[in-house]
């Protein structure tokens, strides 16, 4: 890969106006509007609220960006945006992107004070109650983070539902199980699984209505509890999907042990997350998941696939392995 | 060019998280610690006052952006870090993003209400002092922004010394001039040439230091006043890099007049800026640029090869043409 020029410095540099342009696009609903049919810049304008002076900048700006097309003065979705980021269809994934604007773009401003004191910079600093706690306590929002989580993780459990060996198993846990999205697409893909979702109470709500909307409440149920006040339900696999990066490095090893605690010999554990290649100059996306772990917890951390297998290997895992699963997201697979 | 996948989606939706690493990373000097020699992690850790939850994420998200290099576990800049953002080098570019790092990054978080109500973002919301008056109020923040429009501009500085047919003229006036660059530039590569800085007399010493240490205090000299209060300094060759965006059309329109006037029969007016393709679909960082506007003033915004060709004419000049420079400049040349 080639080195930065003057260019890249100042396109990495100032990427937060794209960024940000794209992040504001979603918010105002652009996609979800032009989903509807193409239109041209003074209906869009209209109907967006957008002030005469930057209408027109911003939506060309989108399109110069790739993610509006633009054909005879009238503006319409690629078909990427139509498909991710209309918020009226199921493959919405603008929820984390609607976070990110509503909180992260803030909270990331302070990174330095992040780097220099190793303290989060979210909703909880300075105070006690931590991210979970506050996002927990409020329904509304909570449901839309968790919305938010399966528009990001939709993509890498359809493929664990589809590539790990199923097969050979017929129960599995999913530990914060969010709306459920991993077992549901497990459960979808392989008719013989039956499994549950282990989260915090308040969960269950979001999660109840998403699996009866996939038909699947007959076999996928859900199971109120923390995971580390209470041992995980047992299961012929454990799975934790974007769980442990957010944990310092002895929950993290107290999960480990929990799962190997929960399964029979022979069962499995699959961890995924944006898992850091192991000589931690690649995943470059991995790694600002750290640093975003930084803003958002007070010890989490993402990590690479030696350091999972290390934990594994350290709780008893016999057979452990790493697999590339999308973009930047790996699973690492242990065998009791 | 491909549309965006929903990969492209998170990596510019999240692309502030690089964007901001980057910034961070100028503002604690990293590169310039490094420019020394190279620093293993517990020394560049304490030497940058970094926290060790930290330290390490942050280094190797630079490395695997390519702006850090990491060998036998010792950091190291890449030789375009090394020249651009060591700060004891000439060739620093820093600047500009140390600004935006301290201002835009933070401003840009309000572009919604910007989109909304077309108002700017800056120092000088809500209040009568507009970002140039606010600006120039404070000599050190002054001197900053100066020279990290140098750095900004330079390369492209150099193309116009090289490139312009100077041979047919003997004088220039450089209209908003900061530091001086653009008829430094032009005035070293062309011996015959004696020119003019023409800025807010809260420039001159920033200004004639720099022509000094370039050792060209006798063919260039600073004059002071208002671009849009007085005539422009009369001379074969007008020049504005990175002015035109700043105003509203009619203030631009102006300032393509004054030029017109300012020249003889067969001078030339040269406009540079980030300026837009005409078909507003391909140049994203001048659309972007032109967004920072909306931010940063009451009326600027960039614009196409074709709209500032339309204003020559309109003030008389008899030729035109545009050309492409570096990365997303391009400039306007009219011949009277």
């Given at each position: 890969m080639n080195e930065p020029n003057?260019?890249?410095?100042?396109?990495?540099?100032?990427?937060?106006?794209?960024?940000?342009?794209?992040?504001?696009?979603?918010?105002?609903?652009?996609?979800?509007?032009?989903?509807?049919?193409?239109?041209?810049?003074?209906?869009?304008?209209?109907?967006?609220?957008?002030?005469?002076?930057?209408?027109?900048?911003?939506?060309?700006?989108?399109?110069?960006?790739?993610?509006?097309?633009?054909?005879?003065?009238?503006?319409?979705?690629?078909?990427?945006?139509?498909?991710?980021?209309?918020?009226?269809?199921?493959?919405?994934?603008?929820?984390?992107?609607?976070?990110?604007?509503?909180?992260?773009?803030?909270?990331?401003?302070n990174l330095t004070i992040a780097l220099r004191t190793g303290e989060l910079q979210n909703e909880a600093k300075g105070g006690g109650?931590?991210?979970?706690?506050?996002?927990?306590?409020?329904?509304?929002?909570?449901?839309?983070?968790?919305?938010?989580?399966?528009?990001?993780?939709?993509?890498?459990?359809?493929?664990i539902a589809s590539r790990f060996p199923w097969k050979n198993y017929r129960t599995a846990t999913d530990v914060g199980t969010a709306q459920g999205d991993l077992i549901v697409q497990v459960a979808l893909a392989n008719p013989h699984i039956s499994g549950i979702g282990f989260d915090l109470a308040e969960v269950a709500?979001?999660?109840?209505?998403?699996?009866?909307?996939?038909?699947?409440?007959?076999?996928?149920?859900?199971?109120?509890?923390?995971?580390?006040?209470?041992?995980?339900?047992?299961?012929?696999?454990?799975?934790?999907?974007?769980?442990?990066?957010?944990?310092?490095?002895?929950?993290?090893?107290?999960?480990?042990?929990?799962?190997?605690?929960?399964?029979?010999?022979?069962?499995a554990l699959i961890v995924y997350d944006s898992i850091i290649d192991d000589d931690r100059s690649q995943n470059a996306f991995g790694l600002l998941m750290s640093l975003n772990m930084l803003i958002e917890t007070t010890g989490g951390f993402d990590y690479t696939g030696a350091d999972c297998v290390g934990w594994m290997k350290e709780a008893g895992f016999r057979e452990t392995r790493v697999e590339h699963l999308l973009g930047p997201d790996s699973m690492v697979v242990g065998i009791k």
């Open positions: 003057i260019d890249a410095i100042m396109q990495v540099g100032l990427g937060f106006w794209a960024s940000k342009t794209l992040l504001s696009a979603i918010e105002m609903e652009v996609f979800t509007e032009l989903a509807k049919h193409p239109e041209d810049l003074d209906t869009l304008q209209g109907r967006l609220g957008l002030h005469p002076r930057s209408a027109r900048d911003f939506l060309d700006a989108l399109v110069a960006l790739r993610f509006l097309q633009r054909v005879d003065g009238r503006y319409s979705n690629t078909s990427s945006t139509d498909a991710f980021l209309d918020k009226r269809k199921p493959s919405y994934v603008g929820g984390i992107l609607e976070m990110a604007n509503r909180r992260l773009y803030s909270f990331w401003g109650s931590n991210f979970f706690a506050a996002l927990y306590a409020e329904p509304e929002t909570l449901k839309g983070f968790l919305k938010a989580m399966t528009g990001l993780s939709t993509g890498v459990n359809r493929l709500p979001t999660f109840e209505d998403y699996v009866a909307a996939n038909g699947l409440a007959s076999r996928v149920a859900f199971r109120a509890g923390s995971f580390f006040d209470e041992d995980l339900p047992k299961a012929d696999v454990i799975m934790m999907g974007h769980i442990l990066h957010d944990w310092n490095l002895e929950e993290k090893k107290v999960l480990v042990r929990k799962a190997f605690k929960a399964i029979p010999d022979g069962g």
